[in-house]
C-alpha cells in the first residue's frame, strides 16, 4: 500500500486534457513539493514534473500544482505517445525519504 | 551527462543475500549533494524507495526493509552498491539506482533526475 494516494486509471482522448490527482498528509505534499514520473512501458522511469517545474526537454503540455495535501498533474493536447505509468512522489519529513504514489496508468482513446 | 547502470546477479535463492551494484558514469559520486538511491518495482506495481547513501556517506532506508538492507560506496570505482539479506519470492522486483538531486530546508524538493534502466532479480531455489 503505497504512502501516497492515485487512481489507478485515466483516459482520454487525443486533444483532451487529463488530469491526474495525488493525496498525501502534511508529513509529505502538506509540507513540500511534489514531482511527478512517466514511466513507459518497458523503461525506467523519467523525472517529469519536479516541484511544479520541467525538466529540460519535457513538453509544456505537462503541468504540475498543489494544494494543501493534494496535487495534480495536468496533461493538455493528450497525444497516444502519452501513454503511460505516472507516478508522482513527494518526500517524507517523518521518513526523511522519498514516497510514492501507487501509480496511474493513462489510456488515450 | 551523468548515466547510472546496474548490474548484478539476476537470480538469487532463497535466504540469500542480494548484491547489485550501480556504476556512475559522466560524472563523480562524490560531487554534488546527491543521494544515491535504490529504488525497485515488484511485477506489475508500484514504486518503492529501498533507501540511499548521501554523498557525504550517511545512509538512510526504509523501514519496511532496514533490517535487512545496506548500502555502500566505493568512490574508487564511482559505484554504489545494495545488499539485501535473506530474501524470499517477495524481493522478486526491478531493482533501479537513481540519482536524488533531494531537498532544501524550505521543502524545495528536485527528485530523482537520473535513472539507470533497472535489473531484473528473481528469487527462486
Known amino acids: 500500500q503505497s504512502v501516497l494516494t492515485q487512481p489507478p486509471s485515466a483516459s482520454g482522448t487525443p486533444g483532451q486534457t487529463v488530469t491526474i490527482s495525488c493525496s498525501g498528509s502534511s508529513s509529505n505534499i502538506g509540507t513540500d513539493t511534489v514531482n511527478w514520473y512517466q514511466q513507459l512501458p518497458g523503461t525506467a522511469p523519467k523525472l517529469l514534473i519536479y516541484?511544479?517545474q520541467r525538466p529540460s526537454g519535457v513538453p509544456d503540455r505537462f503541468s504540475g500544482s498543489r494544494s494543501g495535501t493534494s496535487a495534480s498533474l495536468a496533461i493538455s493536447g493528450l497525444q497516444s505517445e502519452d501513454e503511460a505509468d505516472y507516478y508522482c512522489a513527494a518526500w517524507d519529513d517523518s521518513l526523511n525519504g522519498p514516497v510514492f504514489g501507487g501509480g496511474t496508468k493513462l489510456t488515450v482513446l | 551527462q551523468v548515466q547510472l547502470q546496474e548490474s548484478g546477479p539476476g537470480l538469487v535463492k532463497p535466504s540469500q543475500t542480494l548484491s547489485l551494484s550501480c556504476t556512475v558514469s559522466g560524472g563523480s559520486i562524490s560531487s554534488g549533494s546527491y543521494y544515491w538511491s535504490w529504488i525497485r518495482q515488484h511485477p506489475g506495481k508500484g514504486l518503492e524507495w529501498i533507501g540511499y547513501i548521501y554523498y557525504s556517506g550517511t545512509t538512510h532506508y526504509n523501514p519496511s526493509l532496514k533490517s535487512r538492507v545496506t548500502i555502500s560506496v566505493d568512490r574508487s570505482k564511482n559505484q554504489f552498491s545494495l545488499k539485501l539479506s535473506s530474501v524470499t519470492a517477495a524481493d522478486t522486483a526491478v531493482y533501479y539506482c537513481?540519482?536524488?538531486?533531494?531537498?532544501?530546508?524550505?521543502?524545495?524538493?528536485?527528485?530523482?533526475?537520473?535513472w539507470g534502466q533497472g535489473t531484473t532479480v528473481t528469487v527462486s531455489s
Open positions: 516541484s511544479n
Open positions: 537513481a540519482r536524488d538531486a533531494g531537498i532544501t530546508l524550505t521543502g524545495y524538493y528536485y527528485g530523482m533526475d537520473v
